[in-house]
């Protein structure tokens, strides 16, 4: 999972480092920040349907496709943080499920907590439903396909 990090409303770019943790190299002189952290899912773009049925055939019929999170969890994040001289923020990612906290911030600025939460994306959750059905219309369709070539030969 990427993570949408947003900084006073400026899309920030994160990379990983060689532990495989991402990290935010961001500098500004004011004394607060607002930190939005968010995650997309794929299935909520405009052209989803075209993009997931390309990447169905282009993977030999979604062999070697990978998976959608099925359970569509999303998670949305907001802090205030008065800054100093020197900030260090670390965000822990909590595990993904449906109640519960999102991330965790450990730092020695004092911070606000304004929504930190998970969340099910219904809209995503019936076009992975919508797409799940789909591949097995096409695999069957599939399998009856090639019996009828198969008892032609």
């Not at 001289?85 to 990612?93: A, R, S």
């Amino acid at each position: 999972m990427i993570p949408n990090i947003i900084i006073d409303g400026q899309p920030v770019k994160c990379k990983k480092n060689e532990f495989g943790s991402f990290e935010v190299d961001y500098q500004t002189d004011k004394e607060e920040v607002e930190l939005d952290i968010s995650r997309e899912l794929e299935l909520k773009a405009k052209l989803w349907w075209l993009y997931a049925l390309i990447s169905f055939f282009v993977s030999l019929f979604g062999i070697f496709e990978p998976f959608y999170d099925r359970k569509c969890i999303t998670l949305d994040c907001l802090y205030k943080i008065k800054l100093k001289d020197i900030n260090e923020i670390k965000v822990k990612f909590n595990t993904l499920s449906s109640q519960g906290r999102a991330v965790e911030i450990e730092t020695e600025n004092q911070y606000e907590e304004l929504k930190n939460e998970y969340h099910v994306d219904k809209i995503a959750k019936r076009r992975w439903i919508a797409l799940l059905v789909i591949k097995i219309v096409i695999w069957i369709g599939l399998g009856i396909l090639v019996g009828y070539f198969i008892s032609k030969i």
